[in-house]
Nanobody, 129 residues
Framework: QVQLAESGGGLVQPGGSLNLSCATS????????MAWFRRAPGKEREFVAA??????????ADSVKGRFTISRNNSYNTVTVYLQMNSLKPDDTAVYYC????????????????????WGQGTQVTVSS
């Protein structure tokens, strides 16, 4: 069974940091593009960051650029994706989702959620004083 499991969310004060993790299982995602999306209360799901299969190409949404960093660890039989979030703001409050999509090229790291086939259940991030 294919699974993407996010962890690392929680409650943090404005200006604080969190590091989200996404552990994969049930399939080898080494050749897959990976991404983070988020959905804030009452809003549509939005792109946060994406990384190509070997970490050589990264795309980050303007709203989080300079504050959030996506990375990945490709080991022999599993992939873990991270989202380091610094200088958090109340507007970053959302459920954060990890996603995986088959690569169509070496720099494949799309922003469209339709390009991703597998999704995690999400982890809540709340930024509040």
């Amino acid at each position: 069974q294919v699974q993407l499991a996010e962890s690392g969310g929680g409650l943090v004060q404005p200006g604080g940091s969190l590091n989200l993790s996404c552990a994969t299982s049930g399939r080898i995602f080494i050749t897959y593009a990976m991404a983070w999306f988020r959905r804030a209360p009452g809003k549509e799901r939005e792109f946060v960051a994406a990384i190509n299969w070997n970490g050589g190409y990264i795309d980050t949404a303007d709203s989080v650029k300079g504050r959030f960093t996506i990375s990945r660890n490709n080991s022999y039989n599993t992939v873990t994706v991270y989202l380091q979030m610094n200088s958090l703001k109340p507007d970053d409050t959302a459920v954060y989702y990890c996603a995986a999509g088959a690569s169509s090229g070496p720099r494949h790291a799309p922003r469209l959620d339709s390009q991703y086939t597998y999704w995690g259940q999400g982890t809540q991030v709340t930024v509040s004083s």
